[in-house]
């Protein structure tokens, strides 16, 4: 082994002059410079092409729907649920008074109510089938989804889904027999898309809107499943689709309450997209920009304002912990889709027995149910569906080129019916939502003075009416 003596004693008469003289001696005490302005640097990259985005708030047509959301009606819609004992996927068919069979009756009656209103407009349908033998069903059973279908007066085939399930569990996923009240999980998802298709009835909105009450969804998700598979049969042009599932109290467990919080839970990288183009999407920044995550940004940016009364906080995952909803089952048919639960559960309030343990109420009941803030959630729902449904379609095909090594960005997308122009949309790579827009005009192309290397890139439509579509993210071409 070479000694590294020689190299060191080399050094030393080096150091030792350098040492020696003081106007060339470091000064290792010195401040070392730093720029004062942390919120410019924060803001990396800055000084680029665009303006700050502003969220598009409700018109007046939108603000006379949100205002029309009634907490007593909610409240009437929970109780009445709750009432028939219980709601479990394979309780009575046709006891009229208690069981799914009883509450499937009576919610169909309702939609039917609210159809009749819109002049030929809505239709009801009910979309059964017979479930075979499962882990969680016994026998063969039949399952049963509520849909009221309100067809867009100028863009019918687009289509918008809402929906909540009407089942309800108890401690034993497998008892069919004793109460099982469901009244937050999920009597307040089932309210607020009755709300929304009473007070939509009577409104021509553009694109075709479907307010569902699917059953089977603690039976892991069964009625949404045959209804978003059915839909993906039929090639339907699904552009989003929410569901309100545990909506019905902002007090958690820990008794904070966050009344003015809606968590939004948005998936990553696509169910349904194969592996080439997931690792296509990795290998260029793109994991943040699923079409659910933007349907995320979009529902924040329509539904965060003073008219809804609430703030939408995205959640960068599919789901909790442990837990599924029946917006999975639009995912997995390709559909983008998303969650909305209230900001912090109480556990002992859901799939739990009535009974008291310890001096503790548990079980699904409506006294632990806020109608108002159910009736704020849905109006926050209320303002992104009428949003989408309003808006021109998302463009098509849009592609970025990296042919070339450059440090302009060149997009490119197909256009879309409703569309009178377009915006192409950038933040920072680690900025969760969208920063700065760049209008381009009635185009199918632009290049703008910014390096797709530094940010995060989309492009969205913009109707006559003002209204956005979501921005879709760009591709290499």
């Known amino acids: 082994m070479l000694s590294p003596l020689p190299y060191v004693v080399a050094a030393l008469p080096i150091l030792s002059i350098a040492l020696a003289d003081d106007n060339i001696r470091p000064n290792t005490t010195a401040a ?3 720029p004062t302005d942390l919120c410019a640097i924060n803001s990396w990259p800055t000084e680029l092409t665009g303006r700050p985005l502003t ?3 409700p018109d007046a047509e939108l603000t006379s729907i949100l205002n029309q959301v009634d907490p007593i009606r909610v409240e009437a819609i929970i109780k009445k649920l709750v ?13 009229p008074n208690r069981g799914i069979g009883a509450s499937r009756d009576w919610l169909l009656s309702q939609y039917q109510e609210f159809a009749r209103s819109s002049n030929g407009w809505m239709t009801v349908e009910l979309q059964s089938y ?3 033998v499962t882990s969680r069903i016994t026998a063969p059973t039949n399952i049963s989804n509520i849909v009221a279908t309100l067809r867009g007066s100028t863009d019918p085939d687009r289509i918008i889904v809402v929906s909540g399930h009407y089942d309800s569990r108890n401690t034993d996923i497998m008892n069919f027999v004793d109460d099982a009240p469901g009244a937050d999980d999920d009597g307040s998802g089932v309210a607020i898309s009755m709300e929304l298709a009473r007070i939509m009835a009577t409104r021509r909105p553009a694109a075709t809107i479907k307010f569902a009450a699917v059953a089977g969804e ?8 045959y209804m978003a598979q059915a839909l993906a049969s039929a090639s339907a042009n699904v552009q989003g689709m929410w569901t309100n599932d545990i909506v019905g109290s902002p007090i958690g467990d820990d008794g904070k ?3 003015k919080i809606i968590r939004l839970f948005t998936q990553g990288i696509p169910s349904n997209e194969t592996s080439a183009r997931s690792s296509r999407r990795l290998s260029i920044g793109g994991e943040n920009d699923s079409p659910a995550r933007q349907l995320g940004r979009f529902t924040r940016d329509v539904a965060s304002n003073s008219v809804t009364g609430m ?24 559909y983008p889709a998303v969650r909305f639960t209230e900001p912090r559960e109480n556990f002992a309030h859901q799939h739990q027995d009535v009974i008291v343990k310890n001096g503790t109420q548990y079980g699904d009941l409506p006294e632990f149910c806020d109608y108002y803030y159910i009736s704020r959630v849905g109006k926050v729902t209320g303002a992104a569906v009428w949003s989408l449904a309003n808006g021109p379609e998302s463009p098509r095909d849009v592609t970025i080129d990296t042919a070339t090594l450059t440090n302009k960005s060149t997009l490119f997308w197909q256009a879309v019916l409703g569309a009178v122009q377009y915006e192409i949309v950038w933040r920072p790579t680690n900025e969760p939502f969208w920063t700065h827009v760049i209008p381009v005009g009635d185009v199918t192309t632009a290049t703008v003075d910014i390096s797709k290397d530094n940010v995060e890139f989309g492009v969205r439509s913009v109707g006559a009416n003002g209204y956005r579509s979501p921005a879709v993210f760009p591709f290499p071409q």
Do not use: K
Request: charged fraction near 15%; hydrophobic fraction near 25%; avoid cysteine.
């Open 83 to 95: 009432s028939f004992g219980t709601r479990h996927t394979q309780s009575s068919q046709t006891d």
């Open 257 to 259: 309450n966050q009344s």
């Open 130 to 132: 017979i479930q075979g």
């Open 55 to 57: 969220p598009q708030l």
């Open 218 to 225: 603690e039976q892991n998700l069964l009625g949404s499943n």
């Open 311 to 334: 703030s939408v906080e995205t959640v960068y995952r599919a789901d909790r912990y442990l837990r599924g909803g029946d917006h999975l089952s639009f995912l997995t048919a390709g």
């Open 32 to 34: 070392i410079p730093f």
